[in-house]
């Protein structure tokens, strides 16, 4: 029988995300921040590819790309609601990556793989910020998936997207317990 981590064990059995805007200063440090990213990179890559790489925005680049998109969600004439969406994390937060899906135009692994992958980076980069006393919050928006916004905003090229946008900083309050459904639910065995 292996040996189990039970630290990593319990980590797992009580992780959470905290909502972004409950996450205030102080926000990790450029070292700290840089160890993180390590730490994220450590997921499921299939043919090590790195189909991801990570943009950093810091307090003036966030107050700067609320502008941007305010002035995207009128040219696309979004109404109230979706306008106060664009531009709001960008406002709360005090310290994102982006977590961009850059994939790589290799036929024997699947796009669909690389893509994962991405979303693996941004999970485990939630878990690393927590795992050293942060809290974080993996996001993403309309604004995400809006390749004229993604293109200009953040200088991505036409094959890129954006996995993510996670959110880093000190949790402010307890983060709310999320329900999670019963495996029993959701699990097909297959015994034959």
């Known amino acids: ?13 009580t992780r959470h995300s905290y909502p972004a805007r409950t996450l205030g200063l102080p926000v990790p440090d450029d070292a700290l921040l840089e160890y993180l990213l390590t730490l994220a990179t450590r997921t499921p890559d299939h ?7 990570f943009i950093v ?24 609601t979706k306008r106060t969406k664009a531009h709001g994390q960008f406002d709360f937060g005090n310290l994102v990556v982006v977590v961009v899906s850059n994939p ?6 699947p796009l669909s793989e690389q893509v ?8 485990a980069l ?17 604004l995400s998936h ?15 997207t954006v996995a993510g ?12 317990e999320t329900i999670r459904p019963e495996t029993t639910n959701i699990t097909q065995w297959m015994t034959e």
């Open 1 to 13: 029988m292996p040996k189990a981590n039970q630290a990593a064990l319990e980590f797992l059995s």
């Open 165 to 176: 946008l996670v959110h880093l900083g000190t949790p402010k309050q307890k983060s709310p």
């Open 47 to 53: 043919g090590k590819l790195a189909p991801w790489r």
């Open 146 to 160: 809006d390749s004229d916004f993604i293109q200009s905003a953040f200088g991505l090229s036409a094959h890129e």
């Open 57 to 80: 925005l810091k307090k003036a680049a966030l107050t700067r790309l609320s502008g941007l998109a305010k002035v995207h969600a009128d040219s696309c004439g979004a109404d109230a």
């Open 126 to 142: 939630v878990n690393a910020a927590q795992a050293v006393g942060f809290g974080g919050c993996w996001l993403s928006g309309w």
């Open 116 to 123: 994962l992958s991405a979303g693996a980076v941004c999970a």
């Open 104 to 109: 790589k135009d290799i036929l024997r692994i």
